[in-house]
């Protein structure tokens, strides 16, 4: 179970979460976790930025999960995605 707002609650089964999946689509397009990207909101999105080589929180993120990750970029509604990804050039 992982609370990923004050009143989202998300259940799922034992050991599928989103760092499963990327480790899943990485492995079928045989990328490295090392150099791969993800960005998360939640705590939802924890299992997939401990993974990935390159996790990315948006600005909106609870405070307990910026103090985890270094990289945080602007919130959703003001193009946090797009902002890191312009840097990459």
Not at 34 to 56: C, K, S, T, Y
């Amino acid at each position: 179970m992982v609370k990923s707002a004050p009143h989202l609650l998300e259940i799922m089964l034992r050991g599928v979460n989103k760092g499963e999946g990327v480790k899943a689509i990485c492995q079928e397009f045989d990328i490295s976790l090392r150099d791969a990207w993800a960005f998360g909101d939640n705590f939802n999105d924890e299992d997939m930025l401990n993974i990935v080589g390159h996790p990315v929180l948006m600005g909106n993120a609870p405070k307990d999960l910026k103090r985890k990750f270094s990289t945080v970029t602007l919130d959703n509604d003001h193009d946090g995605i797009a902002k890191i990804l312009n840097e990459l050039n």
